[in-house]
């Protein structure tokens, strides 16, 4: 076999193709494209760009696969015109301006982070939290819990498909953001109630998607602080990108609250980058982990087996590992 430093150099700058893309998404570039294709000139005059660097940021992003180029006119490739135009409700790039405004400047800092085990955001320089950040505005907040549908939309369908969803009747999805998970799965199993529980700023953010999608006789919202109040009471209880938000106590002390929660032969689904069991295999899962490193002072992605112990811990029996799409996986465990 050739050894060749090809994929060293790749990765080790990387961070030009991320950048470019999420320069693309910070100035709006495929919502531009989505209403009007246009050739270099109308675009330089459009971003104010003054010619030098212009046509190599938009041949990059053709060479990338985010835009097409034909006779001289730019247009967004499928994938950017459904994802990345902010006309459209299935617009994902709330979490990419995310990365590109906050993430981005912040993992400069991952150094800092694994010699102190401190996170490296707003905290560093005495600002809050991340959901305390996120929260003291409104717009954010709402660009933020809708960018979690767009990330969770894949793994929420196939969490909907793949449970045995016929032997229960209800199910609560705790930190719940916009409520696409409990959504999908009232939409793929008629006979189901579902509760979205999440702080009440998340209320009427969900309350607008669930009435746009039909489902608000039988979804409703509950007004919920995990860390002060029980979870309500369901046949499954959910938490998709929860547990790697926080520390180890208080990951256990959520999977406590879910067990106590639920009726005898209830279920909890727990769903992440679940991080293989040998840890070197899910990439994506690991960097979620430094990513949380970073943003959080204790969160961390885990192993399967790291998860079914805590729960068999909390007293769940029957603990298993599904895979969903892509990186994640649900890991289930029943009382
Ligand atoms: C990373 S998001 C995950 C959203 C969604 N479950 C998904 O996977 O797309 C974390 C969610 O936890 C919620 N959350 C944070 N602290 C909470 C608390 N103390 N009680 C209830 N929900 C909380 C946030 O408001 C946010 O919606």
Known sequence: MDITPDRILETGCSFWSSKTLLAAVELEVFTVLARQPAALDALQKQFGFQGRGACDFFDTL??????????????????????????????????????????????????PALRSGEPQNECRTGGEDFFGTLYSDPDRLRVFLRAMTGVSRGANQAIAQKFPWADYKSCADVGTAQGDLVAQIALANPHLQGIGYDLPVARPVFEEYIAELGLAGRVSFQ??????????????????????????????????????????GGAVVVYDSIIDDDRSQNAFGL??????????????????????????????????????????SMVIGVK
């Not at 990108?241 to 256990?252: N, Y």
């Not at 204790?298 to 599904?322: H, K, L, S």
């Open 62 to 111: 053709v060479a990338l696969g985010f835009l097409q180029r034909i006779d001289g006119v730019y247009q967004n490739t499928p994938e950017t015109a459904l994802f990345l135009d902010k006309a459209k409700p299935s617009y994902m790039g709330g979490i990419l301006e995310m990365a590109s405004k906050r993430l981005y400047g912040f993992w400069d800092h991952l150094i």
């Open 223 to 264: 007004d919920g602080d995990f860390f002060k109040l029980e979870m309500p009471n369901a046949d499954v209880i959910l938490m998709g990108h929860i547990l790697h938000d926080w520390d180890l106590p208080t990951k256990k002390m959520l999977l406590e609250k879910a067990y106590r929660a639920l009726p005898p």
């Open 287 to 328: 960097l979620m982990s430094l990513n949380m490193l970073i943003e959080t002072p204790g969160g961390f992605d885990y192993t399967g087996a790291d998860c079914i112990g805590w729960m068999q811990e909390a007293g769940f029996r029957e603990c298993r590992v599904e895979h969903l799409i892509g990186p994640d």
